[in-house]
């Protein structure tokens, strides 16, 4: 089993940057679709990007696309989330996930979560 560990969230003003980085260990990372996907407040939480396994493949929602970059390193477990040009609606807690098996935007199929880090976009 994998276990994911994310960082590098923080306050930023709106049309700042910030890097989201998420690091697994206790298994094979490079068997894992991996996933981002966001909560704010009062909401349910939403699927931002995914990338496939060889990160040869990536999917992004709508609302973050052009602005957002999903990469990952299978050498050092890493899977990271490049966030620019932010705006006060990307205020969210970011959580990465994880599953050997499925690629795409459920939430329910993804099997492992990290804990999530906080980005909060002031005006």
């Known amino acids: 089993q994998v276990q994911l560990v994310e960082s590098g969230g923080g306050l930023v003003q709106s049309g700042g940057s910030l890097r989201l980085s998420c690091t697994a260990s206790g298994g094979t990372f490079r068997n894992y679709f991996m996933g981002w996907f966001r909560q704010a407040p009062g909401k349910e939480r939403e699927f931002v990007a995914a990338i496939s396994r060889s990160g040869g493949t990536k999917d992004y929602a709508d609302s973050v696309k052009g602005r957002f970059t999903i990469s990952r390193d299978n050498a050092r477990g890493t899977v990271d989330l490049q966030v620019n040009s932010l705006k006060p609606e990307d205020t969210a807690v970011y959580y990465c996930?994880?599953?050997?098996?499925?690629?795409?935007?459920?939430?329910?199929?993804?099997?492992?979560w990290g804990q999530g880090t906080q980005v909060t976009v002031s005006s």
């Open positions: 996930a994880g599953d050997r098996n499925y690629y795409g935007r459920t939430i329910a199929q993804y099997d492992y």
